[in-house]
């Protein structure tokens, strides 16, 4: 007599086997109807490779955007005053210690690795007054070495030079606000705002060179002056309103905010790029989303694709499912056969379809997509110029995305067909006229 003991263990095997045999059912119905399935599979990979090379494209255009941004203003990541991002005073400014305390922090081993460029900068609100006329103006004081490996703007020369550490009375400025005050290189003019004494200072300055962005606020209002200029005409020796921070990715910034944030003293903050510029970070969620929506609609197609291929072999193979279950399959695990179908259908087009992504990708733009033909000189985003040439980026967060939605689809779509295969009564299948 057998015990339940005994029976257990044979259970596993014999389970496994069947398992086997479905999984064998199903491949031979794939293959069997190879034009079908290669003809839905070619649709399928080429949707999914579209898909990738989409996004691809898009998370490099971002980037750009991004690296543009924080280049032309606070970094990825900018120590400030709690209180600078609102008031853009000099009153909520940073005094020496405070920017020794950031620099310090910044040159932790776990934050370095992450730098590509740090620069204090005092930020203010002025007016530019020349023979003319008066314009205001952004008055950045700088310094000018760590400003060159941070900012894109010194290669955006014009006329003349970068500012020098030797040249005190130097200012670089945009060329449309030279052309509108008359200037020309070594002309001289004047800059007058509010000092840190509350006082109205003014400060003579000399065009040392002019810069073009192709961005009408920085091209007309924006002027740099090296830092120690600024400091002593603004009555605020050693005192910066920020310290921006250049990071060598993007997605290093929340996780170095996170970490500079508890090694800061108190009445230091900490902004991303995303609080400093929200501008620039709401035109990039926009269009991520738009790229997103554009996603749901190729996957829709592609499932539907997927359902139509499923679908059809189900109708027309009653009597195969009725001989199948008159042999001893029941109802679910002829669905199960079905299922399995189009489960091998998404999973060998998704990976069809994501290396030709890949590939394409990488064989035609690795060196980056050039748009020139399409805009000259790039594209504004709020305040930010994207370089005409895009250089894709894959993101593991992306490719993980794809894979997933690619098998949640396969599953979606072949649950019906599997639930019609499953209903398929065996009489009446028999009974089917071929």
């Known amino acids: ?31 069997r109807n190879a034009r079908r399935s290669a003809l839905t599979a070619a649709a399928m990979s080429l949707g999914l490779a579209f898909l990738v090379i989409a996004r691809a494209i898009s998370d490099g255009a971002h ?11 606070t970094g990825h990541v900018a120590v400030q005053a709690p209180g600078f991002q609102r008031s853009r005073s000099l009153a909520d400014r940073l005094s020496a210690p405070q920017v020794a305390a950031a620099e310090s922090a910044l040159a932790a081993p776990d934050v370095a690795r992450e730098v590509a460029a740090v620069s204090p900068r005092l930020t203010l609100s002025g007016l530019a007054s020349s023979a003319a006329s008066a314009l205001p103006v952004r008055i950045e004081g700088v310094v000018p070495a760590s400003e060159a490996q941070f900012s894109a703007l010194p290669g955006s020369r014009v006329r003349g030079a970068w500012l020098t550490p030797d040249d005190r009375l130097g200012a670089y400025v945009g060329d449309a606000l030279a052309r509108r005050l008359r200037l020309g290189v070594g002309s001289r003019f004047v800059l007058t705002a509010q000092g840190a004494d509350t006082q109205i200072a003014g400060q003579l300055a000399r065009v040392a060179g002019t810069f073009h962005t192709g961005v009408p606020a920085l091209d007309e209002g924006l002027v740099y002056l090296p830092l120690a200029t600024a400091q002593s005409w603004l009555s605020a020796p050693g005192a910066v309103t920020s310290v921006a921070v250049l990071l060598l990715s993007s997605r290093a910034t929340e996780r170095v905010a996170r970490t500079l944030r508890p090694a800061l003293p108190d009445g230091l903050a900490v902004l991303t790029w995303q609080e400093a510029a929200p ?34 072999s189900v109708l027309n193979r009653n009597r195969e499912f009725g001989v199948l279950q008159a042999l001893g399959l029941t109802k679910r695990e002829t669905g199960t056969v079905v299922l399995l179908e189009g489960l091998m259908l998404t999973a060998a087009s998704g990976v069809l379809g994501m290396g030709l992504g890949f590939g394409i990708t990488w064989l035609f733009w690795r060196d980056g997509l050039d748009l020139t033909l399409f805009m000259k000189e790039g594209i504004t985003v709020s305040n930010a110029v994207a370089s005409p040439i895009i250089v894709p980026e894959f993101r593991l967060s992306q490719v993980v995305l794809s894979l997933t939605l690619t098998v949640l689809i396969g599953v979606l779509a072949s649950l019906y067909p599997a639930r019609q295969a499953g209903r398929i009564d065996v009489a009446e299948a028999m009974k089917f006229d071929r």
Do not use: C, K, Q
């Open 1 to 31: 007599m057998t015990t339940p003991t005994a029976t257990a263990p044979l259970a596993r095997p014999r389970r496994a086997a069947r398992a086997r045999v479905f999984a064998h059912l199903a491949f031979h119905n794939v293959v």
């Open 63 to 73: 980037e750009s955007w991004i690296a543009s941004g924080v280049r032309m203003g």
């Open 279 to 312: 501008e620039l970070d709401s035109a990039i969620r926009i269009d991520d989303y738009g790229g997103y929506i554009f996603m749901f609609i190729l996957l829709a197609i592609v499932a539907l694709a997927i359902l139509n291929a499923v679908l059809m």
